[in-house]
């Protein structure tokens, strides 16, 4: 029984590496589309959405299937739990890759990037591209350096977020309200992405210390 219980919590740890994988190659093409204005390429990344969704739902199902056969303790306990909490992170990540798709689709055939934001953004999908393949490595390995890398992308990300903000209230914006509600919201979920990173960064700190307080990463 041992054997197969240690089994599923093999399965759930590939479940979740699978899913980041697919989160990260969701914010790749989302970024790329939302650059370049490529609606083939949105259009891939909301189409494909649907996937990471299903997934997610097979992986707290067969989370929940295990709190209810296999009723663990301790370690084992806190893995399942966070799991399914890591799991509605990747969920929205992919939800949030799928917003910028979204918004590149609504604005072709011009550009979502407003004037004089494109490098702005450009960097901004770059370190969401960055943060997206760290954590899929960190889910893999459990190796805690990283998530103390990711934690410092953060960062610079929530500096790119209050930079644009900056930017379009600023007295030299000149753009159209549907440039700044663009530039706001693509802005935004960016640095949402980035928070949803953390968060399972510090559920893996979690995993491996047994201390939610611990001062290694923090939001």
Do not use: C
């Not at 589309?33 to 969704?53: K, P, R």
């Not at 960055?130 to 390995?141: S, V």
């Not at 977020?161 to 693509?186: N, P, Q, Y």
């Amino acid at each position: 029984m041992r054997e197969v219980f240690q089994q599923s919590l093999d399965e759930v740890r590939e479940r979740l590496v699978e899913i980041s994988g697919l989160v990260g190659e969701a914010i790749e093409k989302a970024t790329t589309a939302f650059g370049t204005s490529d609606v083939a390429l949105a259009e891939e990344v909301i189409d494909n959405d649907t996937i990471i969704d299903e997934k997610a739902v097979a992986l707290d199902e067969l989370a929940i299937d295990i709190l209810a056969r296999q009723q663990p303790v301790a370690t084992d306990l806190r893995m399942v739990v966070s799991a399914l909490r890591i799991s509605a992170s990747l969920e929205r990540m992919g939800d949030i890759a799928e917003h910028i798709a979204q918004l590149t689709r609504m604005r072709f055939p011009d550009r979502a990037i407003p004037k004089g934001l494109k490098s702005t953004f450009t960097k901004m999908g770059e370190i969401d591209v960055d943060l997206a393949r760290k954590l899929t490595t960190l889910l893999e390995t459990r190796d805690l350096a990283l998530a103390e890398a990711i934690r410092n992308e953060d960062d610079k990300l929530d500096e790119l977020h209050v930079s644009v903000f900056e930017k379009v209230l600023s007295d030299s914006w000149k753009g159209e309200a549907s440039a700044t509600i663009d530039a706001t919201l693509a802005s935004r979920y960016h640095e949402r992405f980035g928070d949803h990173a953390v968060s399972i960064a510090k559920k893996m700190v979690y995993l491996a210390t047994g201390d939610w307080t611990a001062d290694s990463i923090e939001d």
